[in-house]
């Protein structure tokens, strides 16, 4: 089985500032990892996944994250954040292989000020 | 292309009743996917379906059932509903085993 550890529940940071929204996992097995965000009385929005390939993956909004596989780790990362991503970030988990569901995290609340 | 569409977006109902809620998928996708979503429990996996078929599910009791149609539309049913079956219900599609989910705006449920 799989799971995921988001350990801030909350992020404050100001405007234009650099970001790192911290997840991890535990797996037995090969995964797939990915980011969703949400905004108020929204569904959830894909920023980015990790299938295979490049460790270093590019999401939309100018995010991004880093698979590091020893360290079990799945960090976002934004350089300068806007006041348009105060948002909810979740990192989810999957078995890479046949119909997996997603595991999901409990969330980190980024509260973005001027 | 038109998205996830889920309805109804909100609903009330009271202890006892029982609750459809659809999902339509993205054109051409063939399994749908349900989660929950509340304060207590996060996200959690309801079931998923392809091709009519339940591929996955979730630990949710009997209660929740749901099916899905050939033009792969889904359904999810809640019958005697709990107090604590107040949530957010997000459906998501994909094409097949890409494992690449895209969710709804949700179903937000409350019960009184």
């Known amino acids: 089985a799989q799971s995921v550890t988001q350990l801030d529940s909350q992020v404050p940071v100001f405007e234009e500032a650099p970001v790192e929204l911290r997840c991890n996992y535990s797996?037995?097995?090969?995964?797939?990892l990915f980011w969703y965000v949400q905004y108020p009385n929204q569904g959830l929005q894909l920023l980015l996944k990790?299938?295979?390939?490049?460790?270093l993956v590019k999401g939309i909004n100018g995010f991004e994250a880093e698979f590091n596989k020893s360290q079990t780790s799945f960090h976002l990362r934004k350089p300068s954040v806007h006041i348009s991503d105060t948002a909810e970030y979740f990192c989810?988990?999957?078995?890479?292989?046949?119909?997996?569901?997603?595991?999901f995290g409990t969330g980190t609340r980024l509260l973005v000020s001027p | 292309k038109a998205g996830v569409t889920q309805t109804p977006r909100y609903l009330i109902k009271t202890r006892g009743q029982q609750v459809t809620l659809s999902c339509s998928p993205i054109?051409?996708?063939?399994?749908v996917s349900w989660y929950q979503q509340t304060p207590g429990q996060g996200l959690q996996f309801l079931f998923e379906?392809?091709?009519?078929?339940?591929?996955n599910k979730g630990n949710f009791p009997g209660r929740f059932s749901g099916r899905q149609f050939s033009n792969s539309r889904s359904e999810m049913n809640v019958s005697t509903l709990e107090l604590g079956d107040s949530a957010l219900y997000l459906c998501?599609?994909?094409?097949?085993?890409?494992?690449?989910?895209?969710f709804g705006a949700g179903s937000r449920l409350t019960v009184l």
């Open positions: 379906y392809f091709s009519e078929t339940q591929r």
């Open positions: 990790y299938l295979s390939g490049s460790t």
């Open positions: 797996s037995s097995v090969s995964v797939y």
């Open positions: 998501a599609s994909r094409l097949g085993q890409a494992n690449v989910l895209t």
């Open positions: 054109s051409g996708h063939r399994s």
């Open positions: 989810a988990v999957s078995e890479a292989a046949g119909f997996q569901k997603l595991v």
